[in-house]
């Protein structure tokens, strides 16, 4: 009987209390989700997008993106402006902004957060660098800073790193001026100050809380976390003490036209609060995001169906409930690459055909329904060097072509080729991409095996050089054709970034003077005429560039899906009265 | 032989068991588990930065030091810093476990007492159609996947009906009680079909013994003879069956926590095995093995509580 009573008594308090509740609120709150754990927001382990996003709520750096400008532009964020640069280009001389401050915290004296000055931003730069700290973002500085790398390796063999030994090339020359000397010239390393490795952190607070500093955020940035809790659920609070930072006054025309200067000159942060949530599945992402419980999302790949029409348009269910659709082009692109240490792939015929063979609309339609961009080369869309009109003559799907490419490789039919080898990472897509890829090529007689690898045992495989060919994709590190076009480039051969290690003479003549380019029509012109050549060379199979397609409710204003998230929720705003009437009909 | 001197004994096994387990964990590690460098450097990883962090961690020194720091870990309780997160995994692990059990817990105790009285009653019942409909009923549950089980009552509960939340989990009694209701119920039903036929299984075992021929014979009552006498003597089977399901509790439940977006340990082996982060699969793996040897220990002595003709030795 007892037990019976306790049963009922628990299966009430479980349906009872299960039903759903609202809770009305007069704040600005952005609810935002994420799909993988945070681990931490140490900046300089922040190595991962969700990471790094959710560093750039509380911590700043020199510079950022213009949020309304495209392409991307660098604009001062703690900085005061854009830097003194040398006539050679390799010193950079900044005016840090006066009067920022850092969050509270008891870490300070009285817990008051102190003034932000240049020698923070020293200290956060030795902070990457250190070799105790093991900092997955070093590869951004690694040779680029006189001086650098060489207190880097004097300190690898001690037992505590001597912080307060000067660096040549990284020096607070008074309060508020900051001064980096390059080791090379690399116009790229302004983009290196945008990036959440570089924020500025408060050696107060890192002394203070040791190896926990990754669990007490304390930046200059719009919003705080007083603790990280490794919970499904960080929920942020406007930075009372944030300095004053303006909505900006211009923006380019596709977003002047969506009226996205309404908030133009309105004190940073729009909102109160920002609530992100962890949810790892696509279901109840999507599910919450209709019932209002998320403000956007990325259009979940099984959902395709039900929230665009066969035009890729919005839904005429979704249109109803006032949610809007965006598309932005990313700045990645998915490929095949050849190991071009096998003398087979040294063969640009056998490239060709197998390029010319593979159907990148079909794959276009299995594997992301349809809405990506087949790539013609390497630089993606939204980067100088990318040609809008260009379309690649070695492009599939052309069988007779493929195939005559093929005779003329030596190889008819695919008579006396040897089976090729495919590696790609244990997922299930890419195991499915791997499938699609080996019918392709079958088409011309092309025989393929394929091999999947956990991720590191690829990356292995690839360092090794005993891949013969893999599929992949490179996302932006900067919004500069650099960052891509050095995928191709011969110095960088394995265990570089060039995983394919082809090896262009002519292509690295033609690098190496870009790379040292400031930004410029003349750079531009170089950029394209590579992109030509990575073209016409097939040193890889191209495959697509990504677009996110992302919805979002009516009541969140200034949104745009951008692959450079960090520092975005200070612009975004929530019309609370419309999210009321809105709300009640989801 | 004294209660306590038993499980004192059997708890010293404690020592053999985590020094074979050690081994394991190590040889599996550096036989099959990727490069850990790799993982935690990404694309950007280079030789020198991997020889680095290969000696930041340790993994150049002689598997011997290796195997004894593994060692003095798992007696310890030290288990360090997670690879990937940098996070002290006993925190890790602490603020895991609480969501995890909130979901588990009462999930596993109602199913228990639902499983026992119904399959009590199929067993009163036995050979009718009541209890051939309930066998049908416990292996269609059985044959659902429990994915379609999540996916269905997300969708049609939680957000047709709205009788639930959709996910979440909100910290403390009773704020968590609304976001684990749903997974709760699921776990429950998950667990009816298999635990109503094992339970089932043994009490029929023993309602066709001797002295239940005789308790009969005597004039008790069905009701009398299935929960006084029947009950008694089929928990040996029963506690095995559930206290040894105590410990892996604190698991919690991978796929439910997952779509419920529940901060559990569910998901916390899985994406350390996909990480190569070697400490947390150690700690996980070194605390299994100890809650299964003592939660062993712990089904042992109720034996001797539940039936007085076992003898411990």
């Not at chain 1, 020199?62 to 006539?87: D, G, I, M, Q, W």
């Amino acid at each position: 009987m007892k037990l019976a009573l306790i049963f009922l008594a628990t299966m009430g308090l479980l349906l009872n209390v299960g039903c759903t509740k609202k809770v009305d609120s007069s704040e600005k709150v952005l609810n935002l989700v994420v799909t993988a754990k945070i681990k931490g927001l140490d900046p300089i382990y922040a190595d991962d997008r969700y990471s790094s996003n959710e560093v750039a709520r509380v911590y700043e750096g020199l510079l950022e993106y213009h949020y309304l400008k495209r392409p991307y532009t660098l604009v001062p964020n703690l900085a005061e402006s854009l830097p003194e640069v040398s006539a050679d280009g390799f010193t950079y001389t900044f005016k840090i902004k006066q009067g920022v401050f850092f969050h509270d915290d008891q870490a300070f004296p009285g817990g008051k957060g102190r003034e932000l000055t240049a020698e923070d931003f020293v200290y956060s730069i030795k902070r990457l660098a250190d070799p105790k700290l093991q900092s997955t973002g070093w590869w951004l500085l690694d040779g680029k800073i006189k001086g650098l790398n060489e207190w880097r390796d004097s300190n690898v063999s001690k037992a505590a790193v001597d912080y307060s030994e000067a660096i040549e090339g990284l020096q607070a020359v008074d309060k508020y001026t900051l001064r980096f000397v390059l080791k090379k010239n690399f116009p790229q390393f302004l983009y290196s100050l945008a990036m959440t490795f570089t924020v500025a952190v408060p050696k107060e607070v890192v002394e203070f809380y040791g190896k926990e500093f990754l669990n007490h955020p304390v930046g200059t940035g719009p919003f705080i976390l007083p603790i990280f809790e490794q919970s499904n659920k960080i929920t942020y609070t406007k930075n009372p003490k944030f300095r004053t930072k303006l909505f900006p006054s211009d923006a380019s025309d596709e977003y002047k036209k969506l009226g996205y200067l309404d908030d133009a000159g309105k004190t940073l942060p729009l909102v109160d609060k920002v609530v992100v949530t962890v949810l790892e599945e696509d279901q109840p992402r999507w599910l919450n995001f209709q019932k209002g419980n998320l403000d956007y999302i990325a259009i979940p790949k099984d959902n395709f169906a039900s929230a665009l029409t066969p035009s890729r348009t919005l839904s005429d269910d979704l249109a109803k409930k006032g949610i809007q659709l965006m598309i932005e082009p990313s700045l990645d692109v998915t490929y095949t690459a050849f190991n071009h240490e096998n003398p087979l792939f040294k063969n640009i015929k056998l490239r060709r055909a197998m390029s010319l063979a593979y159907d990148v609309n079909k794959s276009n339609e299995l594997f992301y329904n349809g809405t990506a961009l087949p790539a013609q080369s390497v630089i993606p869309p939204g980067i100088a060097g990318y040609r809008h009109d260009y379309l690649s003559p070695w492009r599939g799907l052309n069988l007779e072509k493929a195939k005559q490419q093929l005779t003329e490789a030596g190889y008819p039919n695919g008579k006396g080729l040897p089976e090729i080898t495919y590696d790609c990472p244990s997922s299930t897509v890419s195991r499915q991409m791997g499938e699609h890829f080996k019918s392709q090529m079958e088409q011309i007689g092309v025989r393929i095996k394929v091999v999947q690898n956990p991720w590191p045992d690829l990356q292995k495989k690839i360092n090794n050089k005993t891949v013969q060919t893999y599929g992949i994709a490179w996302g932006a590190d900067y919004p500069d054709a650099e960052n891509f076009l050095q995928l191709l480039y011969g110095p960088n051969k394995t265990p570089g970034a060039n995983g394919s290690n082809y090896d262009n003479p002519v292509f690295n003549e033609m690098f190496a003077k870009a790379a040292i380019m400031q930004d410029s029509p003349e750079r531009t012109a170089l950029y394209e005429k590579l992109n030509l050549m990575a073209s016409d060379e097939v040193p890889w199979i191209y495959g697509v560039h990504r677009q996110s397609y992302v919805l979002h409710h009516s009541w969140l204003k200034n949104y745009i899906p951008t692959d450079f998230e960090s520092g975005q929720a200070q612009y975004l705003n929530v019309d609370l009265a419309m999210k009321k009437a809105v709300s009640a009909k989801l | 032989m004294n209660i306590y001197v038993y499980a004192f004994r059997r708890i010293l096994y404690v020592i053999p068991v985590l020094l074979g387990v050690c081994l394991i964990i190590f040889v599996l590690f550096n036989l099959v588990s990727p490069d850990p460098t790799l993982m935690m450097l990404g694309k950007h990883a280079n030789l020198k930065q991997m020889q680095e962090l290969r000696h930041e961690l340790g993994l150049d020194r002689s598997y011997f030091i290796q195997y004894l720091d593994i060692v003095k870990s798992a007696f310890t309780f030290d288990f360090g810093r997670s690879w990937s997160t940098k996070q002290e995994i006993i925190e890790m692990i602490k603020n895991g476990a609480g969501p995890s059990l909130t979901v588990t817990v009462p999930a596993f105790l109602v199913a228990l007492i639902i499983s026992l009285i119904v399959a009590l009653f199929v067993a009163f019942y036995r050979g009718s159609w009541f209890d051939r409909i309930a066998v049908l009923i416990c292996v269609a549950l059985m044959s659902i996947p429990s994915l379609a089980y999540i996916l269905f009552a997300q969708k049609i509960l939680a957000y047709d009906l709205g009788l639930f939340e959709i996910s979440g989990y909100e910290q403390g009694f009773p704020n968590f009680i609304p976001y684990v209701a749903l997974p709760c119920i699921i776990w429950i039903v998950l667990s009816i079909g298999p635990d109503v036929r094992f339970y089932r299984t043994v009490i029929l075992d023993e309602v066709y013994m001797d002295y239940v021929r005789t308790a009969r014979a005597k004039g008790l009552s069905e009701t009398v003879i299935l929960f006084k006498h029947v009950l008694k003597n089929a928990m040996i089977p029963i506690i095995t069956w559930v206290v040894i399901a105590i410990p892996f509790l604190i698991l919690g439940a991978l796929l439910l926590e997952s779509f419920f977006g529940i901060p559990g340990l569910g998901g916390i082996t899985l994406n350390a095995i996909n990480s190569a982060d070697f400490p947390v699969v150690r700690a996980m793996t070194v605390l299994s093995a100890v809650a299964y040897i003592v939660f062993s220990v712990i089904t042992d002595v109720l034996y001797t509580l539940v039936d007085p003709r076992v003898r411990l030795k």
